[in-house]
C-alpha cells in the first residue's frame, strides 16, 4: 500500500524558507517521478514541482521556479522541498504525490500546511 507522510510544514514571514519532505513507502520509490502539489485557500490544486527518476531532471511552475527546489534521495524514499524567498500566496496546503508513470500522478499524501504571514 502506497504511503506519502509530508513534514516540515509550518509558518514563515515572507523571503523565509522552509523544507518540506515526504516519506515514501510501499511501492518501488526510485521506478517514479514524484511531485509537490498544492492547494491555496479557496482555490483548486496546482501543480508546484517535479523531479524525474533521473535525480537531474527537474521541472517548476513558472510561480515557483528559482525559488524552490525539489530533490530525491533514493536511498531513504525521501522527496524533498526546499523553498526560499518565500511569498504570500505561496501560503498552502502542500502535498506530495507519486507519478503514475504516465506524466501524471496517482496517490498523494495528507497534506502539510504552509502559511507565509507578517
Known amino acids: 500500500q502506497v504511503q506519502l507522510v509530508e513534514s516540515g510544514g509550518g509558518l514563515a514571514q515572507p523571503g523565509g524558507s522552509l523544507r518540506l519532505s515526504c516519506a515514501a513507502s510501499?511501492?518501488?520509490?526510485?521506478?517514479?517521478?514524484m511531485y509537490w502539489i498544492r492547494q491555496p485557500p479557496g482555490q483548486g490544486l496546482e501543480w508546484v514541482s517535479r523531479?524525474?527518476?533521473?535525480?537531474?531532471?527537474?521541472y517548476y511552475s513558472d510561480s515557483v521556479k528559482g525559488r524552490f527546489t525539489i530533490s530525491r534521495d533514493n536511498a531513504k524514499n525521501t522527496v524533498y522541498l526546499q523553498m526560499n524567498s518565500l511569498q504570500l500566496d505561496d501560503t498552502a496546503v502542500y502535498y506530495c504525490?507519486?507519478?503514475?508513470?504516465?506524466?501524471?500522478?496517482?496517490?498523494w499524501g495528507h497534506g502539510i500546511q504552509v502559511t507565509v504571514s507578517l
Open positions: 510501499g511501492f518501488t520509490f526510485d521506478s517514479y517521478s
Open positions: 523531479v524525474a527518476i533521473r535525480r537531474s531532471n527537474t
Open positions: 504525490a507519486k507519478g503514475n508513470g504516465y506524466a501524471a500522478f496517482d496517490s
